[in-house]
Nanobody, 125 residues
Framework: QVQLVESGGGLVQPGGSLKLSCEAS????????IGWFRQAPGKEREGVAC??????????YYEGSMKGRFTISKDNANNRLYLQMNQLNPADPAVYYC????????????????WGKGTLVTVSS
């Protein structure tokens, strides 16, 4: 069965960096759209970045506030998804989730049927 397990969250100072990891099992990353989302306390979940399946065009997408600071990547051989976060600021604290969907459509059109439990990122001085 499809499973997603995030790790790598923690406490960082403003301007610091973290690299989140998502271990995927039960499916092959090449065949799925994958992405990162986040949800701050009292706020709605929002998209962070995603990658279209290799069966599609493999394109990446970043939400505006993450462009130039965050980098999404994947290791197909090891079924892992990563989110490198740099220049973290007080707007970034949230629970970060990885998600997947079995579609070749552009990742922005994915239904995101599968989700991990999330990993907490805290930004504080």
């Amino acid at each position: 069965q499809v499973q997603l397990v995030e790790s790598g969250g923690g406490l960082v100072q403003p301007g610091g960096s973290l690299k989140l990891s998502c271990e995927a099992s039960g499916f092959t990353l090449d065949d799925y759209a994958i992405g990162w989302f986040r949800q701050a306390p009292g706020k709605e979940r929002e998209g962070v970045a995603c990658i279209t399946s290799t069966s599609g065009d493999g394109s990446t997408y970043y939400e505006g506030s993450m462009k130039g600071r965050f980098t999404i990547s994947k290791d197909n051989a090891n079924n892992r998804l990563y989110l490198q976060m740099n220049q973290l600021n007080p707007a970034d604290p949230a629970v970060y989730y990885c998600a997947a969907d079995n579609t070749w459509e552009h990742c922005r059109e994915a239904a995101w049927n599968y989700w991990g439990k999330g990993t907490l990122v805290t930004v504080s001085s």
